[in-house]
């Protein structure tokens, strides 16, 4: 069974989310990119307590796609403020890895076979 994950990262403002998110799935690193926010985030940094809004982002991918996934991610996204991490999951019932990232067996919806590595 394939492992699949969530990968979380952030950005400052939308239209940096929005290319990363591009880049990302044009890439066929993930299956798909969710942009969430504005959202606020309250901090330590550097010892120092902040705030500030930004742009998160939730990819969809498998397991074996995180390293490569995480190298494409800009040096900013992977500092230690901003973080690249990722969530193991399961995927729901009746879904598999065959034929690319995702497929939901008895639906018809699967992703294209160029998704596969």
């Known amino acids: 069974m394939t492992d699949f994950l969530q990968v979380a990262t952030a950005t400052k403002g ?5 290319k990363l998110a591009g880049s990302v799935v044009t890439a066929r690193l993930a299956a798909g990119a969710r ?3 504005p959202v606020v985030s309250v901090f330590w940094h550097q010892g120092e307590f902040g705030t500030g809004e930004e742009r998160q982002l939730l990819f969809k991918t498998r397991a074996d796609r995180y390293a490569d996934l995480r190298s494409h991610l800009p040096m900013v996204t992977r500092s230690a403020d901003r973080g ?3 969530l193991p999951g399961r995927a729901p019932a009746g879904w598999s890895g065959a034929g690319g ?9 699967s992703l294209p076979p160029a998704c596969s590595p």
């Open 101 to 109: 990232l995702v497929k939901c067996q008895g639906s018809g919806w």
């Open 14 to 18: 939308r239209e940096e989310a929005e």
């Open 35 to 37: 942009i969430v926010g």
């Open 84 to 86: 690249a991490r990722a």
